[in-house]
């Protein structure tokens, strides 16, 4: 084969891989805003959110606690109860921009002790059938549904560009001081900062 054939076939090749990653970003953020804006009247900013930390105790160098996930109507969904070492216990949470608040999906408990990079994954126990069950409601539309899985799947997938955007982003949040059978709630404010109530 020819240089000149060679050199046609390759930018033949990388106009190829250069239309389709233009098409399957754009199909990406569409995908994307599309969720948010279906979603916007359901992020409130400032609220009180259906996933809660109750500390049993602290032993010698270990936390004994609860972690339980409601639906929006406030009906238990699951709990995890163990004792983990450490003092202080924390929530990864992926927490997403729609409109004037946030959705948030905790990912990932852990404490003090805990290597970075690991910990309980914890979206399983609100995962029905890809659908993030903390918003399970009575009033939720069938294209609300939809717009949650897939942001529950984009945030669970832990792609790193998906973090990059700038609407999806990962905070924690700790609890280090707390009364033993205390239940604390998860809770967002209007700017996204993550804390217990």
Not at 26 to 49: E, Q, T
Not at 66 to 94: K, M, Q, V
Not at 125 to 148: H, N, Q, W
Not at 151 to 163: C, E, M, N, T, V
Request: aromatic share 12%.
């Amino acid at each position: 084969m020819s240089n000149a054939k060679r050199s046609l076939a390759s930018s033949i090749v990388s106009i190829l891989v250069f239309s389709f990653a233009v098409i399957a970003i754009g199909a990406w953020y569409s995908y994307f805003v599309s969720s948010r804006k279906i979603l916007a009247h359901m992020a409130p900013g400032n609220v009180i959110l259906p996933v809660s930390i109750t500390v049993y105790g602290r032993g010698n160098d270990t936390i004994s606690a609860r972690l339980a996930f409601y639906s929006s109507d406030w009906t238990i969904i699951n709990t995890l109860e163990r004792s983990w070492p450490g003092w202080e216990i924390s929530i990864d949470s992926c927490i997403i921009e729609s409109g004037e608040g946030w959705i948030v999906l905790p990912l990932v408990i852990r404490t003090d002790e805990t290597r970075e990079g690991q910990g309980v994954e914890v979206s399983r126990y609100y995962d029905r059938d890809g659908f993030p069950s903390i918003y399970e409601s009575v009033r939720i539309t069938p294209r609300e549904r939809k717009a949650l899985v897939r942001l529950f799947s984009l945030a669970k997938s832990g792609f790193p560009a998906i973090f990059a955007s700038g609407r999806f982003s990962r905070r924690t949040t700790t609890l280090r001081q707390f009364e033993s059978g205390t239940e604390y709630f998860l809770h967002v404010d209007e700017s996204g900062t993550l804390s217990f109530r």
